[in-house]
T-cell receptor, first 111, second 112 residues
């Protein structure tokens, strides 16, 4: 399967702590994207990292990409209750015309 | 203001019925998609259209027929609904295949 795999499946931390989620994939990519989905809502794009990039930042988000290990991580710093959501990685595989989504990490921020 | 909109938000129907879900985007994007999200939150692409032309059809039963009357609209018609069709269906759009996607709010379909 070309599907990305996310780890952990669920993560529960205290407000103010940092949250790290990981994504692994199997074949070469053009880019990797992270999305957030709040309960009962559509997915919202967070950040896109290209295969020739190693790190990107957006506000409290930091994404890294290691193409040699075929893995990416999403770090959310200084977490807030509003960050409670499911987070998905999506890979744009070379030769494909579609994004393939992982199964997501369910993040819970406890006040 | 809504970028990608879908109607209806909820759809409850009986097995064997035919139903449609509509999607519209006002972002000027060339590419639109339909995804199915199952009860375990697994999101899988069903169809993709670029400038009204079908470019992806992911082994979806032919009971599902997408239609794109113009670049801003992509509708999904489902014939002879089955229990296994119960899921949340998301429409999305993007400027092109290599870019980020913008998702609609989803349509929760329940088949009884």
């Amino acid at each position: 399967s070309q599907q990305g795999e996310e780890d952990p499946q669920a993560l529960s931390i205290q407000e103010g702590e940092n949250a790290t989620m990981n994504c692994s994939y199997k074949t070469s990519i053009n880019n990797l994207q992270w999305y957030r989905q709040n309960s009962g809502r559509g997915l919202v794009h967070l950040i896109l990292i290209r295969s020739n990039e190693r790190e990107k930042h957006s506000g409290r988000l930091r994404v890294t990409l290691d193409t040699s290990k075929k893995s990416s991580s999403l770090l959310i710093t200084a977490s807030r209750a509003a960050d409670t959501a499911s987070y998905f990685c999506a890979t744009d595989f070379q030769g494909a015309q579609k994004l393939v989504f992982g199964q997501g990490t369910r993040l819970t921020i406890n006040p | 203001d809504t970028a990608v909109s879908q109607t209806p938000k909820y759809l409850v129907t009986q097995m064997g019925n035919d139903k449609s879900i509509k999607c519209e985007q006002n972002l000027g994007h060339d590419t639109m998609y339909w995804y199915k999200q199952d009860s375990k939150k697994f999101l899988k692409i069903m169809f993709s259209y670029n400038n009204k032309e079908l470019i992806i059809n992911e082994t979806v039963p032919n009971r599902f027929s997408p239609k794109s009357p113009d670049k801003a609209h992509l509708n999904l018609h489902i014939n002879s609904l089955e229990l296994g069709d119960s899921a949340v269906y998301f429409c999305a759009s993007s400027p092109g295949g290599r870019h980020e996607q913008y998702f609609g709010p989803g349509t929760r379909l329940t088949v009884t």
